[in-house]
Structures are given as C-alpha cells and as structure tokens.
C-alpha cells in the first residue's frame, strides 16, 4: 500500500478520532409544536455477534433492516456478514457471508426495484488488516435475494473505488458517483467518474464524469429525477463547497450554485418541498461544523439553515414520511466522542426540535424509517475505537 493511500486511510478510520476545533456556530433546539407531541423514545434492541461502523443498512420487504459490509475500528478489520435486524422484537439474524474472500466497508447497500439488494458495490477490501500491503479499492459487487436469502455475483463494475456514493435512479438503475482508487501501480486518483448499472440487464454503462473529483460527499435524488452531488474532499486535502447535478436523461452533469461551506462527511435529505438539507460535517483536520445549509433545485441556491447545537460530522439522517429529516448521532472530534442526540428538522418552522436521546451515542452508523414511520439506528462507533452492534428503534412514528 502506498504512503499516499496510508494517508487516505488515515483520514478515514482516524477522523473521528483527531482532536481539533469545532467550528463555534452551535444553534439550539426549539419546542416541538403542538401537533408533533412528544420527542420520540428509543428503545435498546439486543446485540449483534460483532459490532461495526461504515455498514449500510436498507428496508426490506417485511419491514425488517438489512445491514451489509463495514469495518471495525478497534482492529481495522472489515466484516463481509449480512445480518437481518427486527425492530419488533430487537433480535438480530444472520443472513449469511459474501460470496467470494473480499470484504466491504466505505461501500453502498441498495434495494433494487425487485426486491433484491445490491449488497455491496465497490468499497475497501481487506481480509485482515486494511492497513496493511494490499488494501485497495475493489470492483466486486452482489445480489442479495433477502426472501431466499441467497447471494449471487453481479456484473463487477468497470472503475474499483472506495469511498463514493450510490443512489437509485427513477428508471430502476443504481448510479455511483465520485470516490477514490488505488491504481496497479500504486498511484491513488480521487474519481470524477460515474457509471449506471441496469439491474436488469446486469450490465454498467458510462455515466459522464463530474467537473471536480470527490470523495465523502453526498448524493440524493431531487423530484426532478436528477441527483444532487454537493462537497467531499480532494486528495489535495481541500473540503469541497462545489455542487454539480447528473441528468439521468441525458448522461450528463452541470455544475449549480457551491454551498456556503466546504465540508465533507455530512449527510443530506431531500425535504417535502424539494429542497435538501445538508448538515453538519468535517470542514477541516480534526475539525467539525454545526452548519446547515439549503439547497433550493428551482433557483440553484444555497441559503443558511439553522445550525445544530453542536458540532459534529459522520452522522445519520433520513427522510421522514412527514416531509421533515431526522438527523442522529455523530462524532464530536473536539470531545472526541460519539453523540446519542436525534433531532428532527421542521422544514414549516424552519427549526430543529428534540427527536429524542438514544440509549447509545453513535457515529458512522445507519439510520432508516421502516413502514410504519418508526425510526432504525444500527450499529455505529460509539467512543474512540469502540464499536456497537446494538439497534434502536423508536416508540412510534417519527413526524
């Protein structure tokens, strides 16, 4: 592995474990309104054989979370399970291993059309150690039939990267977008490329290239069908405020308005109104910010949100079936501590209110809304090099 990738790496596994400063733009959290009731109660599920960070997790058909892939911190391992999680009861189930020796964590986990998951579609493979010689970014990818619970190869994807994101495109094809690779000879790009792969046809295509290669951004579907790439990192170490836009349509991208900040580690949720909301995140070495921005698709602007109350990057979010985003967890890198809090962003008020405390703080974990609008958090770090593998699930549906 080169010194180059080393420093990749670093940056990963390690960010959540550098002290540094916090940006000082900490926001509060107002009163819930009348009609929202009670901020939710999390309810400690039991716990995994092992536990992990970087996993992905998807719903399934029955309402059970899937979660694939992922590493481990405390020895830097990566964990090839598939492991079923039941919020009724909070019991866990393994659903067997990858096909093949090839482990994942920094990879992407999809539910197609059909009902089958792509499992895992690139990411940082390692059997042992992924810092030691060897650890690269690979092109393997499976199909995970969750109803027989049977693993297939599907077609490998063309460019092997680490560190990209994935989303599931209107026609039923899964983009990835952006990353970082080792090439054979040892030199490491960070990606600008995209490529599509048609599930039914089990085959990739080009899907043009970005005007500025990235990796740790975000990539969410807008109601136009087209899908929002804002932020990352370059290998250079700078933290990205450029956004651009792909066109499923076309197969092209154009770049829209930069955010306000650099940032890479954050996450974003498209809101009932068609905006996104993007949050928190790494701005720096060690540092993270408690900003929040909007993206508006009709203008292509970038306005201020209200800020979280504390600084944090590698958190969770997901679309609420109100219109609203539940924001979880988080890793705190002044404190150098992982965050229990869940806040619910109220696009009407414009403001953040109190989604509840976990009975766990997490970063690099998942969180999900199952059918009937509880909300899932697995898995995740919960202080420096110590993982969990416990879930969590909400007393009701989350508004």
Known sequence: MTARLALLLAATFTAAGCGGDARPDAGSVDAAPADAGPAPLWRLGGAAPFGHLQRE?????????????????????NEYSVLDFDPEDGTWRDMGRFLGSLTAGNHTVLRLRDGRVHVTIGGLSQAADPWAPGAVAFRAAWLFDPVTSTFEYGAAMPTARMFHRGVLLGDGR?????????????????????????PVMDTW???????????????TVLESGEVLVPGGTNLAGDFLSSAELFDPAA??????????????WHVAVRLGSG????????VGAGAATASTELYDPTTGVWSAGPPLPR?????????????????????????????????IYDEAAGAWRDGGTMNEPRAGHSVVIVPDGRA???MGQTRRFVDTGTGEVTDGPVL
Do not use: C, F, K
């Open 57 to 77: 997790a998807v719903v399934i058909a029955a309402g059970s979370v899937l979660v694939a892939g992922g590493a481990a911190s405390a020895g830097h391992s």
């Open 205 to 219: 295509a080009p899907a043009g290239s970005m005007a500025e290669a990235r990796w740790s951004h975000t990539a």
């Open 311 to 343: 600084a944090a990057m590698d958190l969770a979010a997901a679309a609420l079936p109100s219109g609203n985003a539940l924001v979880t967890g988080g890793w705190d890198p002044v404190a150098l501590e992982a965050l229990s809090t869940a806040l």
């Open 275 to 282: 905006r996104v909301l993007v949050t928190g995140g790494q």
């Open 174 to 198: 899964v983009l990835l977008v952006g990353g970082a690779s080792e090439m054979p000879e040892g030199t490491v790009v960070a990606l600008g490329s995209a490529e599509a792969y048609d």
């Open 251 to 264: 197969g092209s991208w154009r770049e829209t308005g930069s955010m306000r900040d650099g940032r890479a």
């Open 376 to 378: 899932v958090v697995v």
